[in-house]
Antibody, heavy 119, light 106 residues
């Protein structure tokens, strides 16, 4: 069974940093692109970042480019999101999600971890 | 490319036929997916490539469309279907979601 479990969320001040982790199990982690998708309180889904299975290619939403860095450790089956220069508008539940083989869609999601940016 | 869902919310009764529309600002062939999300839960992939049902999804869900106009239909609404539904596409390594349609109990 595919499982994705996020951790690392919490309360951080504006301008601060946080690193999220997503532990994967139940599939060959290195064989899949992975993403972070966030959801602000009471709002819809917003794609944040994607990384290829081998970690060589990464893509970012304009709203986080230059501030967030996605990475993965395939030896640990873990996905990361380093978030710097955090803003109030980054407050959201952050889900990790596995891509389908063609990268088009997200076929498995984690429950998410809440990041709150507030002074 | 932008995705616009309509309606933003709807009220329906158990057994009703429900249709949700997703319109793309440019033609996207058939590379569109639909997700269901219940409060406090992760989204669930329902349909991909506009009309292909994900494994394990009940057959009362169906999708259609191509180009710019797409539809998600629930043929007979069940109590467990009350949720928010999102369409989604990929374009130039940008993954975009519609704003969501909340299906509520009448």
């Amino acid at each position: 069974e595919v499982q994705l479990v996020e951790s690392g969320g919490g309360l951080v001040q504006p301008g601060g940093s946080l690193r999220l982790s997503c532990a994967a199990s139940g599939f060959t982690f290195s064989g899949y692109a992975m993403s972070w998708v966030r959801q602000a309180p009471g709002k819809g889904l917003e794609w944040v970042s994607t990384i290829s299975g081998n970690g060589f290619s990464a893509y970012y939403a304009d709203s986080v480019k230059g501030r967030f860095t996605i990475s993965r450790d395939n030896s640990k089956d873990t996905l990361y999101l380093q978030m710097n220069s955090l803003r109030a508008e980054d407050t959201a539940v952050y889900h990790c999600a596995r891509h389908t083989s063609g990268w088009y869609y997200f076929d498995h999601w984690g429950q998410g971890t809440l990041v709150t940016v507030s002074s | 490319i932008q995705l616009t869902q309509s309606p933003s919310s709807l009220s329906a009764s158990v057994g009703d036929r429900v249709t949700i529309t997703c319109r793309a600002s440019q033609g996207i062939s058939s590379y569109l997916a639909w997700y269901q999300q219940k409060p406090g839960k992760a989204p669930k992939l329902l349909i991909y490539t506009a009309s292909t049902l994900q494994s394990g999804v009940p057959s009362r869900f169906s999708g259609s469309g191509s180009g710019t106009d797409f539809t998600l239909t629930i043929s007979s609404l069940q109590p467990e279907d009350f949720a928010t539904y999102y369409c989604q596409l990929l374009n130039s390594y940008r993954w975009t979601f519609g704003q969501g349609t909340k299906v509520e109990i009448k």
